[in-house]
């Protein structure tokens, strides 16, 4: 596609139910980022993925959140069992090249925005 | 550990007014700094980025200056338009193939005509 599509745009789960957030990147791109955004806040890393492999996952808040890229393209990051302070915006974002360098720009979906109630 | 630290807002300007939103920084070794943008209802946008000290990253009429000495990463533009309206974020990413992008809070400007 044109650009970073994220799925649903907005989710209202009830507290304890399970949710999963679908990122389709930039056809080819083969770095893959899940952020999360607070309200209020800047995006905070989560995840990162190369192709199909998960680099790095340093940012995930709590054995709750999984994500995966089984085909190095779509990524779904899931939330077992959300909590109220799960809600925020998470952002997925995709690049050509790998991680962060020079020259690399980062493309970012519109997010996907969690409620829970 | 790396961090932005951005002015908080929000800003309010006139139209044609001038424009600065403070960015410093700390992080070890010799990252790559950004900013990028978010219009109302819209993903974030890559605005500008400088890979080294003393370069300049500009773009539709914004600039920002790498100042490694002062470890500051100013956006300034000369004259504001009501279409600026957004929230602004400054970002860092430590010179690592892997590394994140780490990102301040952000800094919403209004512009008013």
């Known amino acids: 596609g044109a650009g970073v599509s994220q799925s649903p745009r907005y989710k209202v789960a009830k507290r304890g139910q399970d949710v999963a957030l679908r990122c389709d990147p930039i056809?080819?791109?083969?770095?893959l980022f899940w952020y999360q955004q607070a309200l209020g806040q800047g995006p905070e890393f989560l995840t990162y993925f190369q192709n199909e492999a998960q680099l790095d996952k340093s940012g995930l808040p709590s054995d709750r959140f999984f994500a995966e890229r089984p085909e190095g393209s779509v990524s779904t990051l899931k939330i077992q069992r959300t909590q109220q302070e799960d809600s925020a915006v998470y952002l997925c974002?995709?690049?050509?090249?790998?991680?962060?360098?020079?020259?690399?720009?980062?493309?970012f979906g519109e997010g996907s925005w969690l409620t829970v109630v | 550990g790396n961090s932005v630290t951005q002015m908080e807002g929000p800003v309010t300007l006139s139209e044609e007014a001038f424009l600065t939103i403070n960015c410093t920084y700390t992080a070890t070794g010799y990252p790559s700094l950004f900013w990028y943008v978010q219009y109302p209802g819209e993903g974030l946008q890559l605005l500008l980025k400088?890979?080294?000290?003393?370069d300049k990253g500009s773009n539709k009429g914004f600039e920002a200056t790498y100042r490694k000495e002062t470890t500051s990463f100013h956006l300034e533009k000369g004259s504001v338009q009501v279409s600026d309206s957004a929230v602004y974020f400054c970002?860092?990413?430590?010179?690592?193939?892997?590394?994140?992008?780490?990102f301040g809070k952000g800094t919403r400007l209004s512009v008013i005509a």
């Open positions: 056809s080819g791109h083969v770095s």
């Open positions: 400088a890979t080294k000290a003393d």
């Open positions: 970002a860092l990413s430590a010179y690592s193939g892997n590394t994140p992008l780490v």
């Open positions: 974002a995709s690049s050509l090249a790998q991680g962060t360098l020079s020259g690399n720009t980062i493309y």
